[in-house]
Nanobody, 115 residues
Framework: VQLVESGGGLVQPGGSLRLSCAASGFTFSSYGMRWYRQAPGKERELVATISSAGGSTNYADSMKGRFTISRDNAKNRVYLQMNSLKPEDTAVYYC?????????WGQGTQVTVSS
Protein backbone atom coordinates (compact mmCIF):
# COMPACT_ATOMS: atom_id res chain seq x y z
CA VAL A 1 0.00 0.00 0.00
CA GLN A 2 1.25 3.46 -0.88
CA LEU A 3 -0.51 6.73 -0.19
CA VAL A 4 1.03 9.99 -1.43
CA GLU A 5 -0.52 13.32 -0.49
CA SER A 6 0.01 16.57 -2.36
CA GLY A 7 -1.50 19.99 -2.73
CA GLY A 8 -0.64 21.59 0.58
CA GLY A 9 0.89 25.02 0.94
CA LEU A 10 0.57 28.48 2.40
CA VAL A 11 -2.79 30.18 1.99
CA GLN A 12 -4.36 33.30 3.44
CA PRO A 13 -7.36 33.09 5.75
CA GLY A 14 -10.51 32.69 3.71
CA GLY A 15 -8.62 31.00 0.90
CA SER A 16 -8.94 27.54 -0.61
CA LEU A 17 -6.77 24.52 -1.26
CA ARG A 18 -7.38 21.16 -2.85
CA LEU A 19 -5.46 18.23 -1.45
CA SER A 20 -4.94 15.05 -3.41
CA CYS A 21 -3.96 11.55 -2.32
CA ALA A 22 -2.66 9.10 -4.89
CA ALA A 23 -3.21 5.49 -3.83
CA SER A 24 -1.59 2.31 -5.07
CA GLY A 25 -0.94 -1.25 -4.04
CA PHE A 26 -4.53 -2.22 -3.33
CA THR A 27 -7.94 -2.28 -5.00
CA PHE A 28 -8.76 1.35 -4.37
CA SER A 29 -12.40 1.17 -5.43
CA SER A 30 -13.13 -1.47 -2.77
CA TYR A 31 -12.31 0.62 0.29
CA GLY A 32 -13.46 3.69 2.10
CA MET A 33 -10.86 6.37 2.62
CA ARG A 34 -10.21 9.03 5.23
CA TRP A 35 -8.44 12.33 5.66
CA TYR A 36 -6.92 13.20 9.03
CA ARG A 37 -4.95 16.18 10.22
CA GLN A 38 -2.49 16.89 12.99
CA ALA A 39 -1.70 20.36 14.25
CA PRO A 40 1.47 21.12 16.22
CA GLY A 41 1.16 19.88 19.77
CA LYS A 42 -2.21 18.25 19.15
CA GLU A 43 -3.46 14.75 18.52
CA ARG A 44 -4.28 13.58 15.03
CA GLU A 45 -7.97 14.14 14.29
CA LEU A 46 -10.36 12.78 11.72
CA VAL A 47 -11.35 15.31 9.07
CA ALA A 48 -13.56 13.42 6.64
CA THR A 49 -14.46 9.96 5.38
CA ILE A 50 -15.77 8.69 2.07
CA SER A 51 -17.23 5.32 1.15
CA SER A 52 -15.73 3.06 -1.48
CA ALA A 53 -18.03 4.26 -4.26
CA GLY A 54 -18.09 7.83 -3.00
CA GLY A 55 -21.78 7.89 -2.26
CA SER A 56 -21.42 8.44 1.47
CA THR A 57 -19.32 11.09 3.17
CA ASN A 58 -18.91 12.29 6.72
CA TYR A 59 -17.15 15.27 8.25
CA ALA A 60 -15.93 16.46 11.59
CA ASP A 61 -18.23 19.18 12.88
CA SER A 62 -15.68 21.97 12.47
CA MET A 63 -15.20 21.13 8.77
CA LYS A 64 -18.85 20.74 7.75
CA GLY A 65 -19.81 23.20 5.06
CA ARG A 66 -16.20 24.17 4.37
CA PHE A 67 -14.49 20.92 3.34
CA THR A 68 -15.55 18.43 0.69
CA ILE A 69 -14.11 14.94 0.31
CA SER A 70 -14.38 13.22 -3.04
CA ARG A 71 -12.73 10.43 -4.97
CA ASP A 72 -11.99 9.31 -8.51
CA ASN A 73 -11.82 5.53 -8.59
CA ALA A 74 -10.60 5.56 -12.20
CA LYS A 75 -7.55 7.55 -11.10
CA ASN A 76 -7.11 5.92 -7.68
CA ARG A 77 -7.25 9.30 -6.01
CA VAL A 78 -9.08 10.85 -3.10
CA TYR A 79 -9.38 14.61 -2.73
CA LEU A 80 -10.08 17.14 -0.02
CA GLN A 81 -11.39 20.50 -1.17
CA MET A 82 -10.92 23.04 1.61
CA ASN A 83 -12.66 26.41 1.44
CA SER A 84 -12.93 29.33 3.85
CA LEU A 85 -9.72 28.26 5.50
CA LYS A 86 -8.94 29.49 8.99
CA PRO A 87 -5.65 29.76 10.87
CA GLU A 88 -6.81 26.88 13.06
CA ASP A 89 -6.88 24.65 9.98
CA THR A 90 -3.08 24.80 9.94
CA ALA A 91 -1.87 21.21 10.20
CA VAL A 92 -0.30 18.33 8.39
CA TYR A 93 -3.02 16.53 6.46
CA TYR A 94 -2.86 12.77 6.00
CA CYS A 95 -4.63 10.30 3.77
CA UNK A 96 -5.62 7.06 5.50
CA UNK A 97 -6.72 3.56 4.59
CA UNK A 98 -7.96 1.00 7.11
CA UNK A 99 -8.15 -2.63 6.05
CA UNK A 100 -8.21 -5.87 8.04
CA UNK A 101 -7.33 -4.06 11.26
CA UNK A 102 -4.34 -2.32 9.75
CA UNK A 103 -4.01 1.40 9.20
CA UNK A 104 -1.95 2.87 6.38
CA TRP A 105 -0.80 6.47 6.19
CA GLY A 106 0.79 8.74 3.68
CA GLN A 107 3.66 11.08 4.51
CA GLY A 108 1.30 14.02 4.89
CA THR A 109 1.11 17.44 3.28
CA GLN A 110 1.52 20.67 5.22
CA VAL A 111 -1.26 23.24 5.13
CA THR A 112 -0.50 26.64 6.63
CA VAL A 113 -3.20 29.29 6.88
CA SER A 114 -1.69 32.64 7.66
CA SER A 115 -1.74 36.23 6.51
Amino acid sequence: VQLVESGGGLVQPGGSLRLSCAASGFTFSSYGMRWYRQAPGKERELVATISSAGGSTNYADSMKGRFTISRDNAKNRVYLQMNSLKPEDTAVYYCNLRVFGLSYWGQGTQVTVSS
